[in-house]
């Protein structure tokens, strides 16, 4: 596929872009990978009735349902599918031969490929790079969910549930804690690990991917606070020797 240049735009970004240290290279080189959340074709449909009220959830599963079966029987019969303009997949070839005998195709593998179309090419030629971080090992909290209304949202409900999903969330040993740090108009947070509310003991779900925990009574009613995950934890059987700390968006109980 051809390779389309993209710019940092840390206001108008489509994406994120994560950094990993080259581990056969000399100096400081990273190579970079573009995150990014998978829409399922449940996704795709609800996105389609979102935008188009009147279109049925049944019809439009069974066109999906014909139209994938037909693009997996051209493809079985050898024959390359154009998929709604976007591009062709195809069956392509893969390897090289030491002679010129037909039977000599021990080393030759087959393997599905795509080739993206101008349309496609056209269509993400806009897309930018709205963050960029280098990848460690420290919580990462991706989604703030307010489990009383079911929806993500920065506003939480007073003595409700808050879900946080993400990577490597789970709390350690006693070391480890979740709080609630009290922010300033600035977004700012005190260093002092006494003022913060401690909701550590409020946890009901502690896993890598996702912590559930009640907010605390003393969270005050429109106040703002960071949420800090503290922990140590790698996995069942090492403990950092020294907690890291991750601190979420500024959120608002209400």
Do not use: H
Request: hydrophobic fraction near 35%; charged fraction near 25%.
């Amino acid at each position: 596929m051809e390779e389309i240049k993209t710019t940092f735009n840390s206001k108008d970004g489509n994406g994120g872009l994560k950094l990993y240290a080259n581990p056969f290279g000399t100096g400081k080189k990273f190579y970079g990978r573009f995150e990014r959340d998978i829409l399922s074709m449940e996704n795709l449909v609800s996105r389609i009735q979102q935008k188009n009220p009147g279109a049925d959830e049944i019809i439009i599963n069974t066109s999906i349902s014909y139209i994938k079966r037909e693009i997996l029987a051209a493809l079985k019969e050898g024959k390359a599918v154009n998929l709604l303009d976007l591009g062709e997949l195809y069956i392509g070839a893969t390897g090289s031969v030491a002679s010129d005998s037909a039977t000599d195709i021990a080393d030759i593998s087959l393997a599905v490929k795509f080739s993206s179309s101008q349309l496609l090419k056209d269509s993400i030629s806009k897309v930018s790079i709205g963050s960029v971080v280098f990848s460690d090992t420290a919580p990462a909290i991706n989604k703030i969910i307010n489990w009383f209304t079911g929806k993500e949202s920065n506003l939480l409900t007073e003595g409700k549930n808050v879900v946080l999903e993400g990577k490597r969330l789970k709390l350690g040993t006693s070391e480890s804690g979740l709080f609630l740090a009290p922010a300033d108009e600035k977004g700012e947070i005190s260093d002092d690990e006494s003022t913060w509310l401690d909701c550590t003991a409020l946890v009901r779900q502690n896993t890598p991917k996702k912590i559930d925990f009640y907010l605390p009574e003393n969270a005050s009613n429109g106040s703002s606070y960071r949420i800090v995950i503290k922990s140590n934890y790698v996995n069942g059987y090492t403990k950092r020797k020294e907690p890291m700390y991750t601190y979420s968006e500024v959120v608002t109980v209400a």
